[in-house]
């Protein structure tokens, strides 16, 4: 039997140091790629860290070339942009995901519904959050309640 590892990632919309995000994120990606049977990398579509990592896993799974590994967009809800473009959505991601719990909630809590979901099925939590506000912010803080491994960037020495 496969030993999977799944690692999500959350982060704030708008990013103070994309360029020191995006480097620490090749590094980590990469060595989990290398190091895991089989890898799981759940991803939202919600700003700017979500691009960011989706764009450095894509970038690592090819540079590694394991075959070990899987990009899965989760959506808290079928959006406008996803039905628009279910071509490109689906070649970018390897699975998408609609998450059930969140799809039928008002859109202000669908995607804090849809972050604890991916959260409860979790190894391991990669995030870049700086500021106690905010959608990240309360994932991490759902994280550390419920005994999560996480790896805040933000405050990497890495």
Not at 5 to 23: I, K, P, Q, W
Not at 26 to 34: H, P, S, T, Y
């Given at each position: 039997?496969?030993?999977?590892?799944?690692?999500?990632?959350?982060?704030?919309?708008?990013?103070?140091?994309?360029?020191?995000?995006?480097?620490?994120?090749?590094?980590?990606?990469?060595?989990?790629?290398?190091?895991?049977?089989?890898?799981?990398?759940?991803?939202?579509?919600?700003?700017?860290?979500?691009?960011?990592?989706?764009?450095?896993?894509?970038?690592?799974?090819?540079?590694?070339?394991?075959?070990?590994?899987?990009?899965?967009?989760?959506?808290?809800?079928?959006?406008?942009?996803?039905?628009?473009?279910?071509?490109?959505?689906?070649?970018?991601?390897?699975?998408?995901?609609?998450?059930?719990?969140?799809?039928?909630?008002?859109?202000?809590?669908?995607?804090?519904?849809?972050?604890?979901?991916?959260?409860?099925?979790?190894?391991?939590?990669?995030?870049?959050?700086?500021?106690?506000?905010?959608?990240?912010?309360?994932a991490l803080q759902y994280a550390e309640k419920n005994k999560i491994p996480f790896i805040n960037l933000a405050l990497s020495d890495m």
């Amino acid at each position: 039997m496969i030993n999977v590892y799944t690692v999500s990632f959350f982060g704030h919309r708008e990013l103070s140091d994309a360029f020191e995000a995006e480097r620490l994120l090749e590094k980590l990606v990469g060595e989990l790629i290398r190091t895991k049977e089989y890898i799981e990398f759940l991803v939202g579509h919600n700003g700017d860290f979500d691009t960011l990592a989706s764009s450095v896993i894509r970038r690592e799974m090819s540079a590694n070339d394991y075959g070990n590994a899987s990009l899965i967009l989760v959506l808290p809800y079928m959006t406008a942009e996803y039905m628009n473009n279910q071509d490109s959505f689906k070649a970018y991601y390897n699975e998408i995901e609609i998450c059930e719990k969140s799809a039928d909630a008002h859109f202000r809590a669908a995607i804090q519904i849809r972050n604890r979901y991916m959260i409860d099925r979790l190894d391991l939590i990669v995030c870049y959050v700086e500021r106690k506000v905010g959608g990240a912010y309360n994932a991490l803080q759902y994280a550390e309640k419920n005994k999560i491994p996480f790896i805040n960037l933000a405050l990497s020495d890495m």
